[in-house]
């Protein structure tokens, strides 16, 4: 009966990993759900006016938070973060920024992430895939 239950055990762990590798999937679209995490990986860069910092071999982590409408984009190699922005979605996996006094480009999706974003005389700039 212990040999069952062991036995048993190992399955029920089997299944539960094979179903949390399946859950976490590439193809979902940002725009499409309430929460979003994400990697991104590619070319990247960061000017504040009086230095820059750039890699082809970048990563942004990205995250949808609060009401499903806020980012955070977290940059590799010492580029400093943007959180807190806010988009709304327009049309089919279109996102707008809302409220923006910055000049902006953002796009993301389930594959890739294209992103010019200028504020208080500092800019990011990414263009990476997932």
């Not at 979902?28 to 994400?38: I, T, Y």
């Not at 071999?57 to 943007?82: C, H, M, Q």
């Not at 959180?83 to 796009?107: H, P």
Request: proline share 2%; glycine share 8%; hydrophobic share 35%.
């Amino acid at each position: 009966m212990k040999n069952a239950i062991k036995i048993l055990g190992v399955f029920m762990l089997f299944m539960f990993t094979a179903i949390s590798f399946t859950s976490c999937s590439n193809d979902d679209d940002p725009a499409d759900n309430d929460f979003f995490a994400g990697t991104y990986k590619g070319s990247i860069s960061y000017n504040d006016g009086s230095t820059t910092n750039s890699t082809d071999n970048g990563e942004v982590f990205v995250t949808k938070i609060a009401s499903g409408t806020k980012y955070n984009f977290r940059f590799s190699n010492g580029i400093p973060d943007l959180n807190g922005l806010e988009f709304e979605k327009q049309g089919d996996n279109s996102l707008v920024m809302v409220g923006s006094t910055a000049l902006v480009y953002v796009r993301i999706d389930n594959n890739e992430l294209k992103m010019f974003y200028t504020a208080d005389g500092k800019t990011w700039t990414a263009n990476a895939a997932r």
